[in-house]
């Protein structure tokens, strides 16, 4: 089904092609209540996707996903820092070929919305600012600063312009409907003062100007000028109100999960929230709503921004880093997205809902006829029926409510929105939850012989070792006096810089801490992200942190001592007013402290630097380049050895399932793979505590509840683009600072491994049966109100076997299933003849399916655990 899908997306691109155009050209305007698209008010549901986070092999898929899905729109940013890596100088290929991936979405049929900022925050390295921005004399980023909005506005206008010149924009027969300048500026306009609201207004003018013929926002700025729309970013924006009655309601960041930092825990939303918000957002008045992310994917290279933050982006999305599918939040959020998508001829028909208080913490939103009014008739899937929708919302955190409406009595679960396309019938509740969970397995079954002790590991040659120099390894140092800012020196060109210098210590010195029963330290008044000590080559100590106090004792000897200082940084800092006033490195006070005759200043001091690796220079970790490094072969024996560069070869995984690399048993450093930088690793812990067993849904989140991975590891796996690979001999190159095992490291592909699903009596029959004529009669009664439970492998996967099954009232869940008090004996029967051998199954949720009811009185419910096993490959090419 994958091969064809991108099958059928290639033929789309090459006829789209051939029509130098995706769509009729339309154009796109918007009043109170929505965005209107060729002169249709539409309800949309955006889908963010951010391109250099993944490969341009993943994005046809990835597309296709959140068009499945139920997604209208693609939202991503523009990067500046990956589009001008040096000023002037524009790269607009492999993952940076935004030109590539908008056409992508224009040929899937689906609209974009294009954030060209150019700030973009994202967790991306500087908040998507271009280093080299920093040092245009007289700069200061976002304010009313000359040399500021002439770089900014050349970005931005040579984005419109490309979108212009490539004729992407609607009214061209493109695809992208919306823009965005700015980012989030209202959190950091008073840091400005009247210079913030004069950027603002400035800001809105100058993308005005661009001529682009499409609506522009600014999301977070409430104050945002007359003729750009403001909108909301949060976990829930059903209350925002856009600030002026002329402009629609934009939800233009939906957090949908989270990202994560070395050493912390990993956050997690439920989907039964997520629903919720959405539902809501939507209840209230909203029209267009993005989620941020769809598909967070991947932080390759340096870009990922923080510091601190981990190369995955994950972000807990409905598509994972890897581009599988996240159940059941993907399929729930696709039933909701079909709910909305049912009541979008009355939430468009109508200028605002009617409101009615059900209860105490219940109530409903009409749309289109209301209680008074209900003669308003439309044609609707080939029926006569009353224009109307409602939602029914219970904003209780804790229980249960009966309400009445419309003469009808609802039961609404807690904290959840039940969604009535004709105000009759509910069609989907948010914290009714039938999708399929799916329990991704990492697969070991590698099909080449191993040479080396670890089975996970298949090379075809030993592991190679090769030490880093400690210091000064190239003419390109320099020598000045004092302390030099880290970003200044690097440029970002490398995470790592060398200081050097020279300290005597006397006789006297040594007598008096010997007297004293002291050791001297090096004190610096604040530091940035990870600084390294060493004395005569020797590493001394190390400090991690955000600009911390650093007091590390350092052991000095008779005579001249060689004092290095190895500064790095791990994402440069993504947020906040001043960024170009950030840096990294050493600020205030550099001192050596508790020596006879006092502190020796070391600002003063003559110190000599080196920017970067020299195994980084020489770029051995390329094809090209590796194998005039030197390298030595590596024993099994050997200890664990810090600044040290290994290399080997292994062969890609049988298949097309993505890739990863298991870097658990490494420390700290950064990997390649074929030349790809596949990003920072470190295997810093997450604290032990803080993590929920099982997550309440109920009540409004934040990124710290329900997190997970408590105790281990935040980050391991790393994930290896599938297009970055080749059948075999494929060259490994990882560099380690603090020290590991190279033997340990594995290399597997992953899949979905197990299914499972839970329905009862009490759920709805499938959102899709909605979309059939019969589904309803002349009446507005649903025919057939049997719910069904659904299991699908990924694309090239088949249900190979049935693990648990039992209607009746089955207990725990996925993977932890067993029998309840009552069990239709035949249920593993007919839940295998279903299912066994497909890729794809559905067992009607009923007595007369399972031939009798197992036991009268109470509501059954069908719960079924499978496994999945993939087809050979017939030697089809890999993505």
């Known amino acids: 089904m994958l091969r064809l899908r991108c ?25 109170h209540r929505a965005l209107i698209i060729d002169g249709n008010r539409r309800m949309l549901i955006s889908a963010g996707i951010h391109y250099p986070r993944a490969t341009p092999q993943m994005w046809p898929d990835l597309i296709a996903k959140s068009k499945e899905g139920g997604a209208d729109v693609i939202q991503t940013y523009a990067f500046w820092s990956g589009h001008e890596p040096q000023r002037g100088q524009y790269y607009f290929e492999g993952r940076y070929d935004i030109v590539k991936f908008v056409k992508l979405v224009g040929a899937s049929g689906l609209y974009l919305h294009l954030r060209i900022g150019p700030y973009v925050c994202a967790e991306w390295n500087f908040g998507g600012f271009p280093v080299w921005l920093r040092d245009i004399p007289g700069i200061e980023f976002r304010t009313n600063n000359a040399p500021f909005k002439e770089e900014m506005q050349r970005f931005v206008k040579k ?4 979108m212009q010149e490539e004729e992407l924009f609607c009214w061209q027969g493109g695809p992208v409907i919306m823009l965005q300048i700015e980012n989030e500026y209202g959190n950091m306009e008073s840091s400005y003062g009247q210079r913030g609201k004069e950027y603002v ?4 003018e100058m993308a005005l100007g661009l001529g682009a013929g499409v609506p522009w926002v600014m999301c977070k700025q409430v104050d945002a000028p007359g003729s750009i729309i403001d909108a909301c970013n949060g976990y829930y924006c059903d209350g925002y109100k856009s600030n002026s009655y002329n402009k629609p309601i934009l939800w233009t960041e939906d957090w949908d999960g989270w990202y994560a930092s070395w050493g912390g825990r990993l956050p997690h939303r439920p989907v039964e929230d997520l629903a919720f918000a959405v539902a809501r957002f939507f209840q209230r008045g909203g029209s267009f709503q993005n989620y941020y992310m769809y598909f967070g994917g991947t932080n390759f290279g340096r870009t990922s921004g923080g510091p601190f933050y981990i190369t995955s982006y994950d972000y807990d999305a409905p598509i994972d880093e890897y581009g599988l599918l996240s159940e059941p939040k993907w399929g729930h959020l696709k039933d909701l997205h079909a709910a909305i998508k049912l009541c979008e001829p009355a939430l468009v028909a109508a200028d605002s809902p009617d409101y009615i208080k059900l209860g105490p913490k219940q109530e409903a939103h009409v749309y289109g006829s209301t209680v008074h009014t209900k003669g308003l008739n439309f044609t609707w899937f080939g ?29 609404l679960p807690p904290w959840s929105v ?7 019938n509910v069609v989907f509740n948010t914290a009714k939850v039938g999708a399929q969970t799916s329990i991704k397995r990492v697969n070991s079954d590698l099909p080449l012989p191993v040479i080396s002790e670890n089975k996970n590991l298949y090379t075809m040659k030993p592991w190679m070792t090769l030490e880093e120099p400690i ?7 320099f020598t000045v006096r004092g302390i030099l800012e880290h970003l200044n020196v690097t440029k970002d060109h490398s995470d790592y810089l060398w200081h050097i210098t020279r300290i005597f210590v006397s006789d006297e010195d040594i007598s008096f801490w010997e007297e004293s029963n002291i050791s001297p330290a090096i004190t610096i008044d604040s530091m940035r992200d990870v600084l390294r000590v060493f004395v005569n080559g020797q590493l001394t100590g190390s400090v991690i942190g955000h600009w911390v106090k650093v007091v590390q004792p350092v052991r000095f000897v008779k005579g001249y001592n060689d004092l290095l200082l190895l500064t790095q940084t791990v994402g440069l800092q993504n947020y906040g007013a001043f960024l170009e006033k950030d840096g990294a490195g050493f600020r205030g006070h550099v001192k050596l402290t508790g020596f006879k005759n006092g502190d020796i200043d070391l600002s003063t001091s003559l110190w000599t630097y080196q920017v970067g690796l020299k195994g980084e220079f020489f770029k051995i970790y390329t094809v090209e380049e590796n194998e005039k490094a030197g390298w030595a072969e590596l024993s099994l024996d050997a200890d664990p050895s810090t600044f040290t560069w290994y290399k080997t070869y292994f062969d890609s995984p049988a298949g097309t399932d993505p890739v990863a690399l298991n870097l658990g048993s490494m420390g700290k450093g950064q990997a390649w793979v074929n030349g790809h930088h596949i990003g920072r690793y470190w295997t810093l812990v997450a604290p032990k505590d803080g993590c929920q067993e099982i997550c309440d849904y109920r009540g409004a989140y934040n990124s710290d509840k329900c997190t997970t991975n408590c105790g281990k590891p935040t980050q391991t796996w790393y994930h290896i683009p599938r297009s970055w690979l080749q059948a075999s001999s494929n060259l490994l190159v990882i560099f380690e600072e603090i020290g590991g095992n190279p033997f340990e490291i594995s290399i597997n592909s992953r899949a979905v491994g197990t299914i499972c699903a839970q329905v009862s009596e009490s759920h709805y029959p499938p959102v899709q049966k909605w979309f059939s004529p019969s589904f309803i009669d002349e009446k507005g009664r649903i025919n057939d109100r049997t719910p069904e439970i659904h299991l699908q492998c990924q694309d090239g996967f088949i249900i190979s076997s049935i693990e648990f099954a039992s209607y009746g009232s089955p207990q725990g869940r996925c993977q932890k299933f067993s029998q309840g008090n009552c069990h239709a004996s035949n249920s593993f029967s ?5 299912c066994l051998g497909k890729n794809s199954c559905s067992v009607r949720v009923s ?5 009798d009811d197992p036991c009268r009185g109470i509501v059954k419910t069908l719960a079924v655990e499978a496994r999945c096993r993939s087809l050979p490959t017939f030697g089809f090419s890999q993505l």
Not at 159 to 162: P, T
Not at 830 to 834: C, G, H, L, N, Q
């Open 7 to 31: 099958l059928l997306l290639c033929l789309t691109i090459h006829f789209a092609a051939v029509a130098a155009a995706f769509f009729k050209p339309f154009n796109v305007s918007y009043d």
């Open 159 to 162: 984005m419109v312009d490309l």
């Open 201 to 204: 207004k400035w800001a809105a």
């Open 383 to 411: 029926r006569s029926q009353s224009q109307c929708s409602a939602f029914l919302a219970n904003i209780d955190e804790h229980r249960s409510a009966s309400v009445t409406f419309l003469g009808q009595t609802y039961n």
């Open 418 to 424: 039940s969604i009535l396309p004709d105000c009759r």
């Open 471 to 477: 210091g000064i390894w190239s003419e390109n140092n």
């Open 830 to 834: 007919i839940v295998s003849e279903a």
């Open 847 to 851: 007595n007369l399916v399972f031939g």
